[in-house]
Nanobody, 125 residues
């Protein structure tokens, strides 16, 4: 059974940090790009960051560039999203997802095959 399980969300004050984890099982982690997405009620899910397996290329949305860092531990089948300098507008449900590894990192939602259930991140002002 394919599973992606996010953890690490919670409530943090503006300026604080969180590290999200995404534990994968049931598929060959090494064959997949891992992406992080977020969604707030009433809005479309947006791509935050992703990282390829083949050469570790990364992509960041402009809104998080310089504050968020994606990483992956292939030996543990786990990906991470380190979020620093959090802002109230970062409040959302964060999802990890996976897609076949490609040459370029991208967060096209329709390309992602497996999705986690999400973890809530709340940032108080």
């Amino acid at each position: 059974e394919v599973q992606l399980v996010e953890s690490g969300g919670g409530l943090v004050q503006a300026g604080g940090s969180l590290r999200l984890s995404c534990a994968a099982s049931g598929f060959t982690f090494d064959d997949y790009t891992i992406g992080w997405f977020r969604q707030v009620p009433g809005k479309e899910r947006e791509g935050v960051s992703c990282m390829t397996y083949s050469d570790g290329d990364t992509y960041y949305a402009d809104s998080v560039k310089g504050r968020f860092t994606i990483s992956r531990d292939n030996a543990k089948n786990t990906a991470y999203l380190r979020m620093n300098s959090l802002k109230p507008e970062d409040k959302a449900v964060y999802y990890c997802a996976s897609k076949w590894d490609g040459l370029e990192p991208s967060t096209g939602i329709n390309d992602y095959r497996y999705w986690g259930q999400g973890t809530q991140v709340t940032v108080s002002s």
